[in-house]
């Protein structure tokens, strides 16, 4: 027969037992919720950022782990960006997401947050140098530019004859605006000369550029001056969708929508739905939402195993993918239909 002291010390083993237990499972979700993840974007005016912010934050719902999100007040605001990577170094973040509006200025301050132990990943767009960051995730931007240029080469009557315009981004020629915008040069058959920078070119077929600041007011007003300045223009290459759509609207105006090759770069839903009504020719889809939840997912790993993320194969940045969608497709230029990217546009 047990004695009831017995039954008491076999009762205590067990409760340890399952205190000791419990414990250890709740370990982890303590680690998990000791991690911070920030994403610092360029604005979230731009429907882009958002998307990245939702795949971020839901990424971070989904593993346990905190999150804050910031954005400059407009496209360029460098100033609120380097006020939100001191916010994070102080709050003890583990990683940073940032898509950075000055990728030079900008490298400094986050410098700052990699000698504080934290990893830093830039999204979409490289740093100034791109090793300023611990890794980049992104579209390759020179392939989405080529993609579309050799759309358009193949789209216009003669591409040897022909009189293009491109609408940039800012005149400080961050570096995701010149990949896109080399890139096209090189798929449409145009010297690009120093692929580190735009305005070097001597290319005859260059009617100029202008900068619209990724925006469709910004779009009009600079497609307007090119038609201005040739009004034989026929090729418009255009840093992102918002953009498209305004130089549509100054086409529309001079009644010449139907005469000019238009491309564009992002594949948005509001973009690809452009692309479907002919407002855009051809546009390069790539994928924000994917793009920052991989970068949740490699601080979150970081943070467990210290293993910071490698690069794709080949490239010297990690590769989120991008896809040509148009309703003309030309031969040798691999696409989809704007049918079936309005079911996958920006995922």
């Known amino acids: 027969m047990t004695s009831r002291s017995t039954i008491h010390r076999l009762t205590g083993l067990i409760a340890g037992t399952a205190l000791a237990t419990c414990l250890i499972a709740a370990a982890p979700a303590r680690a998990q919720e000791d991690i911070l993840v920030g994403l610092v974007v360029k604005t979230e005016a731009n429907p882009f950022f958002a998307k990245m912010r939702e795949g971020a934050s839901q990424k971070a719902a989904e593993l346990g782990v905190k999150f804050q999100g910031f954005a400059g007040k407009y ?13 994070l ?36 767009t490289p740093l100034d140098p ?12 020179v392939k989405a530019g080529e993609l579309i240029g050799q759309w358009a080469a193949k789209t216009v009557a003669d591409p040897k004859t022909a009189k293009v315009g491109f ?17 096209f040069m090189k798929g449409f058959g145009i010297d690009p000369k120093d ?12 009617v100029g550029h202008q900068w619209g600041a990724g925006s469709e007011e910004g779009g009009r007003t600079g497609a307007e001056l090119l038609l201005q300045k040739d009004p034989d223009l026929n090729v418009f290459y255009t840093i992102n969708e918002p953009t498209a759509a305004g130089a549509y609207e100054a086409l529309k105006a001079a009644g010449k ?12 839903c509001p973009g690809v739905e452009n692309v479907k009504a002919g407002v855009i020719g051809a546009t390069a889809m790539q994928y924000p939402l994917l793009m920052a939840s991989k970068g949740v997912e490699a601080i979150v790993n970081f943070k467990k195993t210290g293993e910071k993320p490698a690069a794709t194969q080949g490239l010297d940045f990690f590769d989120t993918g991008v896809t040509l969608v148009t309703d003309k497709p030309v031969d040798g230029v691999e696409s989809i239909t704007s049918a079936e990217a309005l079911k996958k546009c920006w995922g």
């Open 195 to 206: 692929m580190s920078r735009y305005l070097d070119e001597d290319d005859a077929r260059i």
């Open 257 to 268: 929508e139907g005469s000019v090759v238009m491309t564009s770069v992002d594949g948005g």
């Open 130 to 141: 791109a090793d300023a960051a611990d890794q980049t995730f992104a579209t390759d931007n």
């Open 75 to 87: 496209d360029g605001d460098h100033d609120s960006q380097v006020t939100a990577v001191e916010n």
């Open 167 to 183: 609408l940039d981004a800012i005149e400080t020629q961050p570096t995701v605006d010149v990949q896109r915008d080399q890139g």
């Open 89 to 124: 170094i102080s709050a003890g973040a583990s990683g940073i997401l940032i898509t950075a509006s000055d990728p030079k200025a900008i490298a400094p301050v986050l410098d700052q947050a990699r000698q504080a132990g934290i990893l830093v990943i830039a999204l979409d």
